[in-house]
């Protein structure tokens, strides 16, 4: 590195980001590639990574290559760059070819200096084709966990990524992420082929976040009683669930949103931007939200369901302080919910005879004979396929998932694949509407029979299963709701491109289809990552801050004095018989339970027969009371 590159780095920082210095260790990584080598970078959620890449690309002759997993991401940080008049562009799936090759031509012969692409597109033909030509100063990977198996969310895309050393080995790579244990940092460089170790790390300690684990019946009634009119981030698994989280919080009056993939691009963006500019607090989100996000006030993150893993429960719980100041990070835990985290993700791995049982149906639609193999994409109709095999239609979808992982078969899906409607009429309206218009009382009548009828609930739907049911065109199907949603009867957004799949090699005959060895250790991977959550929410005694840093090989640290644990251990040493009467008081803060319930919750610190002397130690000195068969605090 020269004393000029060196002293540019620090006058790009203050004209482009406003910065006068760099936050710690970025100015380390940067001069990693400035000096040509390779390097993993570990910064914590909000720890700047994206100028570790975006600087040096700017200091450098040429153009550098980001992979990125999100297309969500990848815009956000090309509008952000376009802003700041840095020449940035991106390739996805939603581009014409057209536009693809104008982009990858710019690239050659233009003057850009930022491309961001997803890891898929590194086999197409036309993208390494035109990166030979490329003068390319360094390739940047985010979310680089992605590449190892032993990660929390193990993309196999991920490892084509080494594949471009062969066209330009002198290249440096930046691999970057905000969590990592020490498997998955060793295996990360290996898959990358790095010339040799270099990984530069940031604690993974907040000091301002207090984390907490609120064990309760009924999440919704706890809740709202938690929740504050300030920045707050609530994640859910599933959309269904971010839509009625959001609406019972806005008939609470506190004002919130929702956000999940199945919205379209333009009202996810709507909404994002909403958030940031304050415009509502709370926002009700899928693990969707919040990559790339800069907003430094949030001051609760709540999860309302148990994460997959302690790397992505690190990584949304560090959207919460980034500013400094104190904030939340609130697990809500119901007996049971480590079961369903297990069966969760036990689902997402259909057994081998399924998978098969899929191709065929698959095959027999659009009469695809064995040995097939052309360039033709054939469209995937989830709703007809696990009608005809009777599966429910989350299983398909997870079986065209591994087909796809296998290498059987690849996505070629353009745009938003799935369509939606919901109700803007209520039942009596609906009725008036139909007395008078009889033309589309079949398609109602339809539509509230196989799908659950809720007013404002977005509900997704197959076009043409609703053909096949009402025996009419698809032609027709859409007109009809195009009909609706102008009546205003319900909303429909009708999807931009069906879910397309082509066949990667000639097609085998079923029996021939199986599961790799990479496939299975994936699976045994991901339940084990969860079994390590499970540990975390279970945890009575240890402070959760010092379980997580030890999670995450980091095993030289003090107390936090900020968690609930911690705020347990305090009582314990001014009263050492308190401590369960304390957590007895403080389960009891939020609903009302009964004495099983509260057994089930802490039979890890107590049995039976201390926590009922307990009990009645608390209601002889009238801090608790039995209430309708339920202790509740007076």
């Known amino acids: 590195m020269d004393l000029n590159q060196k002293m540019n780095k620090h006058k790009l920082l203050l004209d482009f980001w406003g910065y006068e210095s760099f936050r710690p260790l970025q100015e380390e990584i940067i001069d990693q590639i400035l000096e040509k080598k390779d390097v993993l970078a570990l910064l914590p959620t909000g720890g700047g990574k994206s100028i570790c890449y975006q600087l040096p690309a700017l200091v450098l002759d040429g153009l550098c290559i980001v992979v990125s997993p999100l297309i969500a991401l990848m815009k956000d940080q090309v509008d952000l760059l376009r802003k700041k008049n840095i020449p940035a562009e991106m390739i996805n799936s939603s581009l014409a070819k057209k536009d693809i090759d104008r982009i990858l031509d710019n690239c050659i012969y233009g003057e850009i200096k930022l491309l961001y692409i997803s890891p898929e597109r590194i086999q197409s033909t036309l993208f390494r084709e035109r990166f030979k030509k490329m003068n390319i100063n360094f390739i940047a990977i985010d979310e680089a966990h992605c590449i190892s198996q032993w990660g929390y969310d193990f993309r196999p895309s991920y490892l084509k990524i080494a594949t471009l050393r062969e066209l330009k080995p002198q290249v440096p790579f930046m691999a970057l992420t905000a969590s990592a244990t020490k498997k998955v940092i060793l295996d990360v460089q290996d898959k990358l082929i790095f010339a040799e170790s270099n990984v530069i790390k940031q604690s993974f300690k907040r000091n301002n976040i207090h984390y907490k684990v609120i064990n309760c019946e009924c999440k919704i009634t706890v809740l709202k009683k938690i929740i504050q009119k300030e920045c707050t981030i609530i994640y859910v698994r599933s959309r269904k669930n971010a839509e009625k989280i959001s609406n019972e919080l806005n008939q609470n009056g506190l004002l919130s949103n929702y956000y999940h993939a199945g919205l379209s691009n333009e009202k996810r963006s709507r909404i ?57 990070s609130i697990l809500l835990r119901s ?21 098969q049982n899929v191709m065929q149906q698959f095959c027999n639609m659009h ?217 007895v008081i403080m389960t009891l803060t939020y609903e009302h339970k009964d004495a099983k319930t509260i057994h089930d919750e802490f039979e890890n610190m107590i049995n039976k027969k201390e926590l009922i002397k307990v009990i009645k130690n608390l209601m002889e000195k009238n801090t608790i009371k039995m209430e309708n068969n339920k202790l509740v605090l007076n």
């Open 367 to 583: 009469q695809i004979p064995l040995g097939f193999f052309e360039q033709t994409s054939f469209e995937v109709d989830f709703d007809v396929i696990s009608s005809k095999l009777k599966l429910p239609k989350k299983v398909v979808f997870y079986a065209f998932k591994l087909l796809i992982d296998e290498g059987y078969l690849s996505n070629t899906t353009e745009g938003v694949f799935t369509s939606f409607i919901s109700f803007n009429a209520n039942i009596v309206e609906i009725n008036q509407f139909t007395l008078k218009n009889q033309q589309y009382e079949q398609l109602i009548n339809m539509i509230m029979r196989s799908y659950h009828f809720s007013l404002n609930q977005k509900t997704t739907i197959s076009e043409r299963l609703m053909a096949k049911r009402l025996n009419t065109s698809i032609e027709n199907v859409y007109s009809q709701l195009e009909a609706l949603d102008h009546f205003e009867i319900l909303s429909y957004e009708k999807s931009s491109s069906a879910f397309k799949v082509r066949f990667e090699s000639p097609r085998v005959n079923i029996s021939k289809i199986v599961l790799s060895k990479k496939t299975i250790q994936n699976q045994i991977n991901r339940i084990e990552l969860a079994k390590a959550m499970i540990k975390y929410v279970l945890n009575f005694k240890i402070c959760r801050n010092q379980f997580m840093l030890s999670y995450f090989d980091e095993n030289k640290t003090s107390p936090c004095h900020n968690c609930d644990n911690c705020e347990l251990v305090t009582k314990r040493k001014h009263n050492p018989s308190k401590i369960i009467e304390r957590a």
């Open 335 to 355: 007996v049971g919910d480590e079961e369903k985290l297990i069966d969760r993700i036990q689902s997402s791995f259909p057994p081998i005879k399924i998978l």
């Open 272 to 328: 994002q931007t909403d958030w940031l500019n304050n415009e509502f607090p709370i926002i009700v989100s899928t693990n969707a939200f919040g990559m790339g996000i800069d907003k430094s006030d949030v001051r609760t993150v709540i999860h309302f369901d148990l994460p997959e893993s302690m790397e992505s429960f690190y990584q949304e719980s560090g959207r919460a302080g980034r500013d400094g100041n104190s904030s939340y």
